[in-house]
């Protein structure tokens, strides 16, 4: 066993029940904040009506006023308290989840993102990186949809290029010994979430702004002719006052009100714009607040990532204090009489508005770079912490060109739990290498490819790897193992097979392209033995010697003569025994072909009729 895991692991169940006696201790307090708070309420209500009742309406505004003063202390304190409770719970969740993803405790962890009908690719189902019990969902700590999306991707891409795969990993190891800022981050934008189960769509503000866009040039025109014709009629006005001029400031003022009465009915809802762009704003400023006052100090990496955000001239808070300006003018419109009045003499809703749409246009284009730093964070801070939860795991060596293809030691399962994990060395040396893997049913043929399959994708996605060392080329990755019929299609088992196969070979064959790393499972298992052996032989000699490497996981035995014509084909196994009357396995990988098979035994295993 691990035994820094384990040392992590003890310090998160400390830190958990230390959070779920505090919760415990704050819960109380709020009960009794309720409960005075009421008491408050009605001691100042009886207060009050004594009052009335007793010395009139000269004494009661303020004492009434005075008596109400610690109920309105307690719900000041109150409201403060439950945000700190807020807070706290939030904290105590963060904890849970990582002790849940740590022991792969599937019930704990937050539900993963909806795989979409249809979806078609090359390896991702096959690999369990996305769905209900997949290496995504064990990853995902991110609260924004977009970042929850951008690390699916990043598991899932298809051509991975050096250079990026290089910065997520440099980022990776800086973010994974900040568990404060990971924690941190995370806690203030469950802040942002309206529901703690959902996912943020960032995107929906962004499409919002986009429809909003408005050229504010002919606004601009009309207020610079506005603005000196108000200026007149107050002169005129002025002068009409003093008894020097007479009434011609009406002939002015009916122009200027005919203008302004013009571009009001165009502008339409924007005030509404204007409260929904800052309740928009003002949910991201947790986040914003947080990355504009975080010190980076020794992470130069990280501090060069969010330099948006701290940035003299462009950080989020201006933006949003500027707004704030804007919502708090407009708010006149409360007032009907204020806001009349300051609207005959000047220009007032039509400025604001001007200044609003100015600062739509600044958002437009600085509003999406704040998310896309958010969202880079949040996927970087899932692989991150899944390296924190696991430091038995490590960041591969990926090289574009490299003697070694693929070599690793000790490679196991990330999603197969530490006291069960077996691990196992395995390489693919050379370009066009095909291994065969022979083994008895569940000694962990399939769990063996998938085990080189999930790590691969870790690896190209710039995280840490179940391994004591692993070393890569880029690859393109492919994969045939969990092929589903289509009764709706008009699909059979085989047909679906063969399709697979097939995109499989033209991929294999693609120039100039990275190489190919295909994970194949019981090749043409869907048609009968003398079929299968003909078209497997010829399928495997059509991949070896080909741009790419890979494995085939099978039962057939009669495939591994194809070693003997073949000098890219190399063979290994899995083995079993029966002890005690029930089956063996050790998960170990062999050399050379399988040579035990366990069908029978299984079958008298269950007491089933076996002829002898």
């Not at 569940?442 to 190209?460: C, D, E, P």
């Not at 994970?519 to 003909?534: A, C, K, S």
């Amino acid at each position: 066993m691990d035994q820094k895991k384990e040392v992590r692991r003890q310090a998160l169940q400390r830190q958990i029940a230390r959070l779920q006696r505090g919760q415990t201790a704050m819960k109380q307090r709020n009960d009794w904040l309720v409960r005075w708070r009421l008491i408050a309420f009605l001691a100042g209500l009886l207060v009050s009506a004594a009052m009335l009742l007793s010395y009139g309406v000269g004494w009661w505004l303020p004492v009434s006023l005075g008596a109400l003063l610690p109920f309105a202390a307690l719900v000041y304190v109150h409201h403060r308290h439950e945000k700190a409770l807020r807070r706290w719970e939030i904290w105590l969740a963060v904890k849970q989840n990582h002790l849940a993803r740590m022991n792969l405790d599937w019930a704990n962890i937050p539900p993963a993102l909806p795989v979409p009908p249809r979806f078609d690719h090359p390896f991702a189902l096959d690999l369990d990186l996305v769905g209900e019990r997949s290496l995504h969902r064990v990853m995902d700590t991110a609260v924004s949809l977009e970042g929850s999306q951008r690390l699916r991707d990043w598991l899932l891409i298809t051509m991975p290029e050096l250079a990026s795969l290089q910065k997520r990993q440099t980022l990776v190891g800086e973010l994974a010994s900040k568990p404060l800022f990971r924690d941190k981050l995370r806690l203030n934008a469950t802040l942002v979430a309206q529901k703690s189960d959902e996912k943020w769509p960032g995107q929906r503000l962004l499409d919002w702004l986009a429809a909003q866009k408005q050229d504010g040039r002919r606004l601009r025109s009309v207020l610079l002719i506005l603005f000196p014709l108000a200026l007149v009629n107050g002169g005129l006005l002025l002068l009409y006052l003093t008894g020097q001029l007479p009434p011609v400031w009406i002939a002015g003022w009916l122009l200027y009100a005919i203008m302004s009465a013009l571009q009001l009915r165009q502008i339409g809802q924007v005030f509404q714009e204007a409260f929904f762009l800052q309740d928009g704003l003002e949910q991201l400023r947790a986040v914003f607040d947080f990355l504009e006052g975080y010190r980076y100090g020794r992470s130069p990496y990280l501090k060069t990532l969010c330099e948006p955000f701290w940035r003299e001239g462009k950080r989020p808070s201006q933006q949003l204090k500027q707004i704030g300006h804007i919502v708090s003018a407009i708010s006149l419109q409360k007032n009907p009489f204020v806001w009349f009045m300051i609207n005959a003499l000047l220009p007032w809703d039509l400025y604001f508005v001007y200044r609003l749409q100015q600062q739509k246009k600044e958002l437009f284009q600085a509003l999406p770079v704040w998310l896309d730093i958010w969202a880079e964070l949040e996927a970087l801070n899932s692989l991150a912490n899944f390296a924190y939860l696991n430091p038995g795991f490590i960041l591969p060596q990926v090289a574009a060109e490299s003697p070694v293809l693929f070599q690793a030691e000790m490679l196991g399962h990330p999603l197969i739990s530490d006291n069960v994990r077996v691990c196992n060395d395995f390489g693919l040396l050379q370009l066009g290498a095909v291994d065969i893997i022979t083994g008895s049913n569940m000694a962990g043929k399939s769990s063996f490819l998938r085990t080189v399959g999930i790590n691969l994708s870790l690896a190209f996605a710039g995280g840490p790897v179940c391994a004591a060392s692993l070393q890569t080329t880029l690859f393109r990755l492919y994969t045939s193992m969990r092929i589903a019929d289509s009764v709706t299609d008009g699909f059979s088992y085989f047909y679906a097979e063969v399709q697979r196969l097939k995109a499989l070979l033209d991929a294999l064959q693609q120039e100039p392209a990275l190489p190919l790393f295909f994970l194949i499972d019981e090749i043409f298992r869907g048609t009968n033995n003398r079929e299968r052996l003909i078209g497997s032989r010829a399928y495997v000699a059509a991949l070896a010697g080909g741009n790419g490497v890979g494995i085939i996981a099978t039962h057939d035995l009669d495939l591994v003569t194809l070693a003997e014509s073949l000098p890219d084909v190399t063979n290994y196994h899995f083995r079993d025994d029966v002890r005690n009357g029930r089956m063996v396995f050790d998960y170990t990988l062999h050399p050379g072909p399988c040579p035990t098979t366990n069908a029978l035994k299984i079958m008298q295993l269950a007491q089933l009729p076996v002829d002898p």
